[in-house]
């Protein structure tokens, strides 16, 4: 029984320990942000890795769950002969929650994992010491440009995996299923708010890309300096990236949708 | 140049972000069209029963949207509905006897403001309000006294049950 509540003790206070690691280190990575800036080559090579390799897979994925909405929604909603609402249907699905939640969730497991892979990689075989021993601050010159490349990436992800759903529900509601082309782009037009949906769902998309690459870059960076420090890290980084998304989804969702 | 060839890809990348932005901007949401954000002017009507009327509900004359519910308040004096709503600048040409009804879009649509001119030669203002108003027609009130007229001019049960099977099945 004592030893339970000794466990249990030790973990609460571990997990209370490592969340305060990471929120100095975080602040410790902000205050690199404005080195950043003056070195832009650093912040473009990363928006790269994290970013434009990402496209294809979010394109991919943004068309696919766009064609299953509009089957699935048009077989809904053809039972109540609304089938003009797909539209709406579609792109609020997809603005509001998928877009920004399917692509943060890919995100941390295309560019998150490879970034935690990467960073404690560098620790275990001792670059990080390395660059200290330079006097170089490694959290500003390594881990600063990755966080800030993962946070520009991720609404610009989001917003294209939602253009590219919709256009896929566009296709196969239209396309396929014979819905009225008029009917589904003014309907559409007509519910999805620009304040509403479309920022609302930029925010989240903003706070999702903050979350995963802060979780990514955190992990790298305390991983144990071993091969299979390295690999749980790895593993962590996009189990709690994939909670985190989903738990601050419903609290994101609560606060812009909640009320009214 | 590798390190050209990474910039030219992230400007790609970036410029594809800020394109699809733009187009569900543009595109998918309400921005293009009529912004009665801060423009217009707004006039209120007051109403005995506003239905299920909320704020962004449109407001249309003719069958067009000329402006949008703004705020809907409860005078609670005379126990009305006050329905604020903002119109478009450029339709600032409304005769002060317009009247507006609460009207149903289709059988399970929303609710929006209909607007009838009226013949006065004056123009409402930002502020004024809408004396003739018609309330909403809500459903169930309506079937509830149709059913009651049916039932008491055939005198009997059967024929009311009957005449409410029809209508459940004509609102499908």
Known sequence: ?260 | MYSRTIEIWVGIFVALGLVSLFLLAMKVSNLAELDTGGRGYIITARFQNVGSLRPRAPVSMAGVRIGRVTKVGFDKSSYEAIVEMRISGEYDTLPTDTSAAILTAGLLGEQYVGLTPGAEEEYLKDGDEIELTQSALVLEQMISRFLFNKAEEAGGTEEGKAEKKATGSAKR
């Open chain 1, 1 to 260: 029984m004592v030893t339970a509540l000794q466990w249990l003790g030790q973990w609460a206070m571990g997990a209370v320990h490592k969340l305060g690691r990471a929120h100095l280190f975080a602040l410790h990575a902000l205050s690199g942000f404005p080195q950043v800036l003056v070195r832009f080559p650093l912040l473009v090579v990363q928006v790269y890795s994290v970013g434009v390799l990402s496209i294809l897979l979010v394109a991919i994925s943004g068309l696919f769950v766009g064609m299953v909405l509009g089957l699935q929604g048009y077989n809904v909603l053809s039972d109540f002969g609304a089938e003009e609402s797909l539209g709406v249907m579609v792109a609020a699905s997809l603005v509001r929650e998928l877009g920004p939640v399917v692509t943060a969730l890919l995100f941390a497991g295309r560019a998150g994992s490879a970034l935690t892979a990467e960073i404690g990689l560098m620790k275990a075989t001792e670059q990080l010491a390395g660059m200290e021993m330079m006097a170089v601050d490694p959290v500003k010159r390594i881990v600063a440009p990755r966080f800030l490349a993962g946070i520009v990436s991720m609404p610009l992800l989001a917003a294209m995996f939602s253009i590219i759903g919709v256009l896929g529900g566009y296709f196969v509601g239209v396309g396929l299923l014979g819905v009225d082309e008029g009917a589904f782009r003014s309907q559409m037009q007509a519910k999805i708010d620009f304040h509403e949906d479309i920022v609302n769902g930029v925010i989240k998309s903003l706070v999702f890309g903050v979350i995963v690459t802060w979780i990514a870059v955190f992990e790298g960076y305390d991983a144990v300096p071993t091969s299979e420090g390295v690999s749980r890290a790895t593993t962590r980084s996009v189990v709690y990236s994939a909670f985190a998304v989903l738990g601050w989804d419903f609290v994101l969702t609560a606060l812009m949708f909640g009320k009214d």
